[in-house]
């Protein structure tokens, strides 16, 4: 069985700074990991994932997440950030069958 | 560009009625997987199917059923409906493939049923 925590529901930021929404997981399978992203109103996207390689991948709009094995984290990076970016981001965990178990959410707010 | 489509985006349905939501991908996807989200709790897994006419249940599908007679499309049934299926369904499809590696799931934009 797999899960995935994410301890923060709320992340307020302002436009510019830096920000970080942390992901940590349990799995007794192999691990790959995903972030999605929801904007208002819409469906989900796929914005990054880890299957295999490098530990740190990364999205073409400059969010980045680094999979930390000892840890069991996969923290969502990105080192300044647009109003844009305002959105509900989702850490999700697959297991056997290609399900998908996701996190609660975190919803970033950025400011002005 | 991989497509879900889902029926509709919003629907209001009064207690006891019998609601199919439809969705629909064009990508010839094997997998097509059925979750609702609410505020607090995630995306949660109701039903997902692996083939035409194949179904297995998810976290929690009580209260749901499901069809698949064709390939591109997955029904979710709400056979008698409840207040607390009140919610957000996003219907989601993905590949097979013949890796090992998986393949990503791809959503549609959801549709928000309020039952009252």
């Known amino acids: 069985a797999q899960s995935v925590t994410q301890l923060d529901s709320q992340v307020p930021v302002f436009e510019e700074a830096p920000v970080e929404l942390r992901c940590n997981y349990s799995s007794s399978v192999s691990v790959y990991l995903f972030w999605y992203v929801q904007y208002p109103n819409q469906g989900l996207q796929l914005l990054l994932k880890?299957?295999?390689?490098?530990?740190l991948v990364e999205s073409i709009n400059g969010f980045e997440a680094e999979f930390n094995k000892s840890q069991t984290s996969f923290h969502l990076r990105k080192p300044s950030v647009h109003i844009s970016d305002t959105a509900e981001y989702f850490c999700?965990?697959?297991?056997?069958?290609?399900?998908?178990?996701f996190g609660t959410g975190t919803q970033l707010k950025v400011e002005l | 560009d991989v497509k879900v489509t889902q029926s509709s985006r919003y629907l209001v349905k009064r207690t006891g009625e019998k609601v199919f939501l439809e969705c629909v991908q064009d990508?010839?996807?094997?997998?097509m997987f059925w979750y609702r989200q609410d505020p607090g709790l995630g995306l949660r897994l109701i039903y997902f199917s692996y083939d035409v006419k194949m179904k297995e249940k998810g976290d929690i599908p009580e209260g749901y059923s499901v069809s698949r007679e064709k390939k591109e499309r997955f029904s979710l049934i709400l056979e008698s409906a409840s207040t607390n299926q009140t919610s957000m369904y996003l219907c989601?499809?993905?590949?097979?493939?013949?890796?090992?590696?998986?393949?990503?799931?791809?959503f549609g934009p959801g549709t928000r049923l309020t039952v009252t």
């Open positions: 880890y299957l295999s390689g490098s530990t």
């Open positions: 989601a499809s993905s590949t097979r493939g013949s890796g090992g590696l998986p393949y990503e799931q791809y």
């Open positions: 990508m010839d996807h094997e997998n």
């Open positions: 999700a965990v697959m297991g056997g069958g290609n399900k998908l178990t």
